[in-house]
């Protein structure tokens, strides 16, 4: 995924302090190093990039009146459950969805938690996510327009817009890390425009900018939502994101499925981006994303498993099959008709994609001065047999495995398909304890 996109066959890689110093054929590289690790019959790829997620939502998987709904009723069910969550809840949730993502390859992931109810705070999340080993873009999210106010949301999950602020600024300032390789970065996220008002975004957008962070926010995920735009803004999407200072080249909007006209343009003009979120979209019938479109017209795309109770899973691998399979969908004849996504173009979304997205440019792919964060597939599996003429797009095409490796900034962190940092078998069992707790309220 370096500019030439390269692919070396025995290639091998050599980092230092975290940092990849050369790639090329192995018999290049220096012949000896602190560690040596030998991947013979294994494709090595990028670390994955997650631009999009919920992380505590892995919580409420598979919940039974969200199983077949749409957007708004399967918030409407899962608003009140969330309420009950506490600061273990997302705790636990949290390296729960890590710990899934890192095993699919994932090693740099973002995440957006937008309500904080009892004692839970971004510095739960924070703290425990980096114990799981990935680099974690955590946004401070937040909804403030409740129900009494024409939002969507329950009162009992709104914050005051003035608590909001006071707290992104604090937790920017407490854990956001500038530097390239950081493994912990902070975005300031309100939720979507149906769950906090046009003043919030305009301040959150100020404000992100005065710290120099990013901005994030679903937008034009279905219908209702652009109804709703429309009905209560009288302006699209795009043209709403425009009033209150949210596009450039520090934005990323999850979904945009309805993105339309000279939307797309616009967004390609203001270097705004897009986590596309094929799993998501295909959960709750919301529709397909202009993917196509958005690459056509140089708009930056990342991939985003979302979830994880609307996926409800966290495979970065197989988000990048899912956004071949969905955009071949849309490319059928009967449908959109056109030119067919490709299996490198699906990677390179997940890699370059989601690191261009989030404004790094020190990862997403394998070359000198970039984080040494890649991933490592055994090929001799069973799902690869008779795919072995082309490892890479067999990454994508065939069905999705988990990693037999994962090193994130020169750190092993998925040794022999197994999460080395954190033992997995307590923490799914409390996690499942927490989860039933929540759901029985
Ligand atoms: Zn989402």
Redesign the pocket.
Known sequence: MDDQRREIAGGGLYAEDGFIVAVGNSEELPSSADEVVDLTGQVVLPGLVNT?H?LYQTLTRAVPGAQDVGLFDWLRTLYPIWARMTAEHVRVSTQVGLAELALSGCTTAFD?LYLYPNDSRFDDEAEAGAEVGIRLVASRGSMSLGESDGGLPPDSVVEAEEAILADCARVVDAFHDPAPGAMTQVVIAPCSPFSVTLDLMREAARLARDKGVRLHT?LAETLDEEQFCLETHGMRPVGLMESVEWVGEDVWY?HGVFIAGDEIARMAETGTGVAHCPSSNMRLASGIAPLRRYLAEGVPVGLGV?GSASNDGSHMLAEARQALLLSRLAAAPSLEGGDLLGARTALELATRGGAAVLGRDDIGALEPGRCADFIAISLDRLEYAGALHDPVAAAVLCAPVGVDRSVVHGRTVVESGALVPLELEPLVARHNQLARTLLNG
């Open positions: 999009h919920h957006h679903h999850a979302d």
